[in-house]
C-alpha cells in the first residue's frame, strides 16, 4: 500500500504538466522561470473564426435620359461607383444616349419628382421624407409636380 502512494504522488506533477491548461491543439512548453501553449504542428487544424454578424451598406442610383426619357435605378451595391456605374449602364442598355445618374444615395430613400420644365431628385433617411423633399425642390421650378418614382434599401444584415 506504501508503495501505491508514493507512485501516485510521483506522477501527479507529470499529469498536471501534460495537460498544463492548454487549449485543444496545443501543448505547453516551458524554460526557465516561463511557461506558455504553443501551436501543436500535428494536431488537425481547426475551422477558421467565423465572422460575427455585421451591417453593410447599400447603395442605390438614379440614372436618367431626359432626352428620350429613360429612367434606371440601380439598388444594393456595395459601393457608389457600382451603384453608378450600373445606374449608367442600365440606362444605356434601355436606349439612352446621355444618361446620367441623378442622384445616389446610401442606406436611405430615393425620390423623382416630375414637373413641366424640370426633374428633381432627392434623398431622405425615409421614403416619406425623400418624396416630401423632390415635391418641394420640384415646386420652386414647376408650376405642376408629382412623384413619379421612388423607394428605399436601408443597410443590410450579412451573417
Given at each position: 500500500?506504501?508503495?501505491?502512494?508514493?507512485?501516485?504522488?510521483?506522477?501527479?506533477?507529470?499529469?498536471?504538466?501534460?495537460?498544463?491548461?492548454?487549449?485543444?491543439?496545443?501543448?505547453?512548453?516551458?524554460?526557465?522561470?516561463?511557461?506558455?501553449?504553443?501551436?501543436?504542428?500535428?494536431?488537425?487544424?481547426?475551422?477558421?473564426?467565423?465572422?460575427?454578424?455585421?451591417?453593410?451598406?447599400?447603395?442605390?442610383?438614379?440614372?436618367?435620359?431626359?432626352?428620350?426619357?429613360?429612367?434606371?435605378?440601380?439598388?444594393?451595391?456595395?459601393?457608389?461607383?457600382?451603384?453608378?456605374?450600373?445606374?449608367?449602364?442600365?440606362?444605356?442598355?434601355?436606349?439612352?444616349?446621355?444618361?446620367?445618374?441623378?442622384?445616389?444615395?446610401?442606406?436611405?430613400?430615393?425620390?423623382?419628382a416630375v414637373g413641366e420644365k424640370k426633374i428633381m431628385f432627392?434623398?431622405?433617411?425615409?421614403?416619406?421624407?425623400?418624396?416630401?423633399?423632390?415635391?418641394?425642390?420640384?415646386?420652386?421650378?414647376?408650376?405642376?409636380?408629382?412623384?413619379?418614382?421612388?423607394?428605399?434599401?436601408?443597410?443590410?444584415?450579412?451573417?
Amino acid at each position: 500500500m506504501k508503495y501505491v502512494l508514493i507512485i501516485a504522488a510521483t506522477l501527479i506533477p507529470y499529469l498536471a504538466y501534460a495537460e498544463g491548461g492548454c487549449p485543444p491543439g496545443h501543448f505547453p512548453q516551458q524554460g526557465q522561470g516561463w511557461q506558455t501553449c504553443v501551436p501543436d504542428p500535428e494536431a488537425a487544424p481547426s475551422a477558421p473564426p467565423r465572422a460575427a454578424p455585421h451591417w453593410e451598406a447599400r447603395w442605390s442610383a438614379i440614372s436618367v435620359d431626359t432626352e428620350i426619357g429613360v429612367i434606371v435605378t440601380a439598388v444594393g451595391y456595395g459601393t457608389q461607383a457600382e451603384a453608378e456605374k450600373h445606374a449608367i449602364h442600365d440606362c444605356t442598355r434601355q436606349g439612352g444616349n446621355s444618361c446620367k445618374v441623378g442622384l445616389s444615395v446610401k442606406n436611405g430613400c430615393l425620390a423623382m419628382a416630375v414637373g413641366e420644365k424640370k426633374i428633381m431628385f432627392k434623398s431622405g433617411s425615409e421614403l416619406e421624407m425623400a418624396e416630401s423633399r423632390a415635391m418641394e425642390s420640384c415646386l420652386e421650378k414647376n408650376p405642376k409636380c408629382r412623384v413619379f418614382h421612388s423607394f428605399c434599401r436601408k443597410a443590410e444584415l450579412v451573417p
